[in-house]
């Protein structure tokens, strides 16, 4: 346990006077062991950014990797893709060094391609592979919908509707999907379950280990969306022997708007040919030979479809640099540190009326993720008077206001702050100058 951690510990067991002095919120900053790194990303001007798990900000070191990548192109031309440093060739390769660990994988196991819908696809072309007995896909209702969408595309695809075909697993209290409900659902008829690591709204963090287990006792093969973990949270997932996972870049790994996504297949999978191939797929050193018989790369590198779309890889290079640098381990210390505080703050000042406030994301630290959902009744006005103050939070429907304390760049003092404004916009009434609609962007 981190010293901050301590801290956040002792104080939730009763002294509340301190817990909510701005004091010691300056306290739980001196004390932090990564509070240098804040300096190293753009924080948008007069901004208490909340929204690292929407899209992460912009480093110094992102900024500096995708400028050389364009140096890179203005003085080598068609060279770049092989006397670029490193060779724009072998780069999605070369990043695997660094994604392997925030996610518990082989360097061999994990590649920068696609975006996350589109490796869902993928990796479903290649690994859902229905039979008569065994033909049914398993997902849950709070998952982010694309999956859902993708995931009843794939089984139209083999000309089943998801009446036939999808076993949804639904949720007792709308915040949370039970494991036990998930194992539940595993029954004889399916063949792959897809399900997300942290719930985009709750927050909650599922057992991935334990899932796993309980999928292959069943003959299932079980696949992870990681979208809201990836550099949140370590993972295992070698370990754990899941089969498959994918996840944005662009989320808590600060790659930029739409950044290249990631993927896993486990080692002992090489053999499955990849669902879409293409030419980029293909043995590295013989893909210029441009035979027409197609031969995998041996590794997640199979699964890449066409060119990477370097431009958005290269801010990766630098953002993934300061994962290497202040280690997962750590980064997940203080994100729990940040969002205990939070909770703590929320229960202690903020849950009674007038204000009214809730948690709706698990207290249980191993049960949580990097974000907090706020649930409030006028959430959707709340949240744009936030924005009005400053604090950039996002609104999901139909009640909740997610928060990310990012451990990179946010500090406790930043969610002392988010707490007093939370506060005012209630004690003044501010939010009923906003609307009750929200943008197209919420
Ligand atoms: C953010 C997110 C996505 C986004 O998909 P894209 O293809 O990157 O647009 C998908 N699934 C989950 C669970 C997400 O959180």
Known sequence: MSDIEKGVNLMSTGEVEKLSSEVYARQLDKADELANFRERFFIPPGNIYMDGNSLGLLSRDAEETLLKML??????GIDGWTKGTPPWFSLSEELSNNLAPLVGAEPEEVIITGSTT?????LMAGF?????ERFKILADELNFPSDKYALESQLRLRGLDSEQGLVLVSSGDGRTISEDDIIAAMIDEVAVAVLPSVLYRSGQLLDLKRLTKAAHERGILIGFDLSHSAGAVPHKLHDWNVDFAFWCTYKYLN???GSVAGLFVHRRHFECLPGLAGWWGYHKDKQFDLALEFVPAAGAGAWQIGSPHLLSVAPLMGS???FEEAGIKRLRAKSLALTSYLIDLIDTELSQAPYNYRVGTPRESERRGGHVALEHEEAVRINAALKQRGVIPDFRPPNVIRLAPVPLYV???DVWLLVQHLKGIIDNKEYEAFPRERDTVA
Do not use: D, M, V
């Not at 140096?71 to 080598?76: G, N, S, T």
């Not at 589109?118 to 993928?122: G, P, V």
């Not at 859902?128 to 008569?132: D, F, S, V």
């Open 320 to 322: 993934l640099n300061i």
């Open 411 to 413: 500090t406790f003092h």
């Open 71 to 76: 140096a890179e192109w203005k003085q080598l």
């Open 118 to 122: 589109s490796n869902l696809h993928n």
């Open 255 to 257: 790659g930029g708007p």
């Open 128 to 132: 859902y592979r229905p039979t008569r």
